[in-house]
């Protein structure tokens, strides 16, 4: 890329960058802004997106859950709303933890093959304010990741570029980061390693900030249209900085969930609904991207009503919430 052209790129993602970080906008007035950050991302990335032949190739599965392939792991870029949260949350975090004796340190675990929550973001602070550890359990999206950096000329943000999995990684005692973001969920937090992560994460630096600040899977029912709210009946599980700390005794393979109590009629089948708290007011609420779409519970046992549901959250290769039916 000549200096001209490199110019260019750079000028037209603080544009985007500083849209999408503005606290000031709401999430829903950004879905251009992150249309653009999508085409860009996968306009500069040497990552083919063409064709769904290579949709899995490259996912694994971990000890922890599933890793999802670099395609996978490309294709949630085209969720605007989710993207939008999180960069904006992010943006939040480091500038709440502005220093100006040293760089804040983030620690992004998981990156894929867009580092799509740091790119943006290294084009409007400096590398003077802020320092990215760069972490992917697969090399191929992590060798992505770190050619669409540095091809945009952004690699002086990077403190390192680490291939591991961040469900076991040992945080070295000279690079305690000051912010840890992970997006490495599905819904209702099955299937993929983010409790795993942010537990394994968060124990070594207790005092960083955690984006997103807390996931919170609750049980409820479906309004009969997506813009009718859903019926709420209380939290089964959540996961945050306190939650994180008060399971540190625990040393099972489950963590403790809560038990509800099943209205007597039943319109309609009890869902779980997926609530994420990026950082302080940025919130994805129902049906805002597939990490909000409410989900059959575990097993789709047949309820009539009345029924209590007694909750645990799995952990190991396919973690979730699991579901005893007590009548």
Known sequence: MSGLEGDAEQAELVQIARAIADPARPLSSLIGETGQLRAFVERHSHLSMEGSDRMTEGESTLPSGWAISPVQAALCAREPLRSAAFIQGLAAAINAALDAERPVSVLYAGCGPFALLALPLMAIFSPLQVQFT?????????????????????????AAFVCAD????????EATPDVIVSETMNTALGKEPQVAIMRNLFVQAPQAVLVPAAIAVHLGQPGRAMDEPCADWGRIFEVNAASILAWQEEQ????????????????????LLTRIQVHGKIVLHDYDCSLNLP??????????????LAFSYQLGSTPGLACEVLR
């Open 252 to 271: 099972g393979s489950a963590l403790p969930a809560a038990s509800i109590r099943l209205p007597a009629t039943l319109a309609r089948a009890p869902k």
């Open 134 to 158: 760069i972490l992917e359990v697969h090399q191929e999206a992590l060798d992505y990741a770190r050619a669409l950096i540095e091809g945009l000329g952004y690699g002086a943000h990077v």
């Open 295 to 308: 989900l059959h519970l575990p097993g789709k046992p047949q309820l009539t009503g009345s029924e209590t």
């Open 166 to 173: 961040a469900a076991t990684w040992h945080i070295a005692p």
